[in-house]
């Protein structure tokens, strides 16, 4: 059926006026989504525990610090705190745990968290790119701390490069990160020489215009390495944005590309017995967004363990 983790508290994360990451984003795919057979689950606060299994306290107490009793307290050109942004964002944390829990209990095979603000550009100690803390990395701490399991996978689809996760699990031997993204691109990491402290980190920069052929024989080529790691839970950080209709990117991919590519994933994941856990990170193309969602989650749908 796959589960679907989401809470209006995401809408209390306001960006200035005529930022891309707005607050219509969720609805854009909670309203492609809303004639599917999904199991609807509220996403829970995160407990502050959570956020500390990737970022320290004293990052924690600055985010909440900085939040504004109105209007907005920029943390740098491109991301900046409202009032309800820290609820936002631990319910985003706390949506993604609670699927890792759910789909490792058996509940589902898969889910997917639809909550913002996105999560794979924060680093240890620095908010940026739209993103506040490590949502996804700090699920696949949970997976791996809190469960026990020993092998994990981290597969990142965003057109820009999850440097925040990468540096979240660059020392983790247990979790595998594997990211295609534009390049030359925001960030600016994530060259294919960036392999992790015990290479468990693969990069596959694309090139501007690069469309969905390439992108899924670069995904083929990720997934055998994927495969050889026989992953117990496979997370996805599924951004949108490489879409073609994009406007903060340029490559070309369609919403069949975005499914093909879940499909494949989930034929890895299959082989491994492994659940699947996506969360929401970019798009800001409203229309190409929700088609592209989607198409994800149609893919995830027909997925069994």
């Known amino acids: 059926m796959t589960l679907l983790y989401t809470h209006d508290a995401a809408d209390g994360h306001v960006n200035p006026p005529g930022h891309p990451e707005q607050v219509p984003r969720r609805r ?5 989504l809303a004639d599917l057979d999904l199991d ?3 996403a829970p606060l995160a407990a502050a525990s959570e956020v500390l299994r990737c970022h320290p306290q004293t990052y924690l107490d600055r985010i909440a610090a900085a939040v ?10 491109d991301t900046t705190l409202s009032p309800g ?4 964002a631990m319910r985003a944390v706390g949506g993604a745990c609670a699927a890792v829990d759910a789909v490792l209990d058996g509940q589902d095979d898969t889910a997917f968290v639809v909550m913002r603000p996105p999560g794979h550009h924060a680093e240890t100690q620095m908010a940026m790119g739209f993103c506040l803390f490590g949502t996804v990395a700090i699920a696949a701490r949970r997976a ?13 689809f965003d057109v820009h490069h999850g440097n925040g996760t990468q540096d979240l699990l660059w020392n983790e031997p247990r979790a595998l990160f594997a990211s295609t993204h534009q390049m030359p691109l925001f960030p600016g990491s994530g060259a294919a020489s960036e392999t992790g402290a015990h290479g468990q980190i693969v990069n596959r920069p694309l090139r501007p215009g690069t469309g969905g ?18 992953p117990e839970l496979i997370l996805i950080s599924a951004g949108f944005d490489a879409h073609a209709d994009d406007p903060l990117a340029n490559l070309n991919w369609r ?28 798009g800001y193309d409203l229309g190409a967004l929700g088609r592209s969602a989607r198409a994800h989650v149609e893919a995830l749908m027909e997925y069994r363990a």
């Open 144 to 156: 791996l701390d809190h469960h026990g399991l020993s092998r994990v996978a981290v597969l990142d």
């Open 255 to 282: 919403s069949a590309d975005f499914a093909a590519i879940t499909r494949a994933i989930c034929e890895t994941a299959a082989a491994s017995g492994a659940r699947v856990v996506s969360s929401l990170e970019g």
């Open 213 to 230: 052929e390439a992108a899924r024989a670069a995904w083929d080529d990720i997934l055998r390495r994927v495969a050889a790691q026989d």
């Open 68 to 77: 504004p009793a109105e209007g907005w307290t920029a943390l740098d050109g």
């Open 28 to 32: 854009a795919v909670l309203d492609a």
């Open 40 to 42: 609807r689950r509220s």
């Open 85 to 88: 942004s820290l609820e936002a």
